[in-house]
């Protein structure tokens, strides 16, 4: 019961400092412009965000990680430059997703 008033506390706590914050940002002409743009960007992110997990888009790539051997580059970046960076179905997000899941 105490980790469940302690969640509450720190929720309200967040929300404070986000509306404290967001007045901060709506008192100036030129951190409004600012503000707008990071909500355009964050929603733009969500949006993008939010396809990738109900297209269920989550293809393994068949690109092994690379490990620092010379010798095993040129090959590394045929495939990873035809299978993720000049693939245009592939969003951002998914582009990182699937750089992540080589580490």
């Known amino acids: 019961m105490v980790v469940y008033y302690a969640y509450i506390a720190v929720g309200m706590v967040a929300i ?7 007045s901060i940002y709506l008192s100036s002409k030129r951190l409004l412009m600012r503000f707008i743009l ?3 960007l964050a ?3 969500l949006i993008n ?3 990738f997990v109900w297209t269920g888009k989550t ?3 068949s690109l092994k ?4 051997d010379p010798g095993e ?5 045929d495939i990873y430059r035809s299978t993720i960076h000049e693939n245009p179905s592939l969003s ?3 582009k990182l997703i699937q750089i992540k899941a080589l580490f």
């Open 59 to 61: 293809k393994k790539s």
């Open 92 to 94: 951002l997000v998914e």
């Open 16 to 22: 404070s400092t986000n509306l404290l914050l967001i």
């Open 43 to 45: 929603s733009a992110d």
């Open 73 to 77: 580059w040129d090959e590394f970046w």
């Open 65 to 68: 990680p690379f490990f620092g």
């Open 49 to 51: 965000g939010c396809a």
């Open 38 to 40: 990071f909500v355009g």
